[in-house]
């Protein structure tokens, strides 16, 4: 990945795990350019290493920034899928029974008989 890749999805993604992916993908181009850092003769070429490290620090820092928010984002998420899961299966469970509550008695002892067979089955 490009430096350019990288600062657009520390900026734009909302996942966790993505965050952190790229947390170690940092790391990993940073410990380079250190090594790259000591080889270098020049002192232009060490400029330009140090800037791209300063660079990929400063994106740390936002993934740092971000976690948080980003955490709390998918915290909210899944819980508003479970309330909206509990919801539905509520409705669904109430229209079933509400549905069951006026077949006659004979069709109902005969549909729980069937469940009681396919239940030890």
């Known amino acids: 990945m490009n430096i350019e890749e990288i600062k657009s999805e520390v900026i734009y993604s909302e996942d966790q795990s993505r965050l952190f992916e ?3 993908i940092l790391n990993e181009e940073i ?15 060490k400029a330009e290493i140090k800037a791209k490290i300063s660079l990929l620090t400063a994106l740390q820092g936002i993934i740092e ?11 909210y998420s899944n819980r508003r899928f479970r309330y909206t899961a509990e919801l539905v299966l509520k409705e669904e469970t109430i229209a079933r ?3 069951l509550s006026s077949i006659p008695n004979k ?6 008989s069937e469940l ?3 239940k030890l089955e």
């Open 116 to 118: 009681k067979a396919n």
């Open 107 to 112: 069709e109902l002892k005969k549909i729980k």
């Open 65 to 75: 920034k971000r976690l948080p928010d980003v955490r709390t984002r998918e915290f």
């Open 31 to 45: 410990s380079s350019l250190h090594i790259d850092l000591i080889k270098a003769k020049d002192s232009v070429h």
């Open 97 to 99: 029974i509400l549905e």
């Open 22 to 24: 790229l947390t170690i």
